[in-house]
């Protein structure tokens, strides 16, 4: 059974950095492709990043291009989101995702992953 647990979900304001990390159990996590997602009060859950494997090619949603990095550590069976300058509008639950199956059509959409953590809250003030 595959398990992700998402950690350093905060108050921020904007403007500091946080990272948000996600460990994974299971076997074979160095082929999954891992992706974040956030999703708002009264929104629905979007695309934030992705980072596949073997390419290591990263994705990122067109407007957090730049503020965001995110990461991986195959030894440590954990996949990073860097959240550089934040702002309000970037408050929601931030949810890890893996598909154990690597890159495909749907990266882009919560349909594409198979295995979801529990998600944890960023709130960004002004």
């Known amino acids: 059974q595959v398990q992700l647990v998402e950690s350093g979900g905060r108050l921020v304001q904007a403007g500091d950095s946080l990272r948000l990390s996600c460990a994974v159990s299971?076997?074979?996590?160095?082929?999954?492709?891992m992706a974040w997602f956030r999703q708002a009060p009264g929104k629905e859950r979007e695309f934030v990043s992705a980072i596949g494997r073997p390419d290591g090619n990263k994705y990122y949603a067109t407007p957090l291009r730049g503020r965001f990095t995110i990461s991986r550590d195959d030894a440590k069976n954990t996949v990073y989101l860097q959240m550089n300058s934040p702002k309000p509008d970037d408050t929601a639950v931030y949810y890890c995702a893996a598909n154990p199956t690597g890159f495909g059509p749907n990266y882009l959409y919560p349909r594409g992953y198979v295995y979801w953590g529990q998600g944890t809250q960023v709130t960004v003030s002004s």
């Open positions: 299971g076997r074979s996590f160095e082929s999954y492709l």
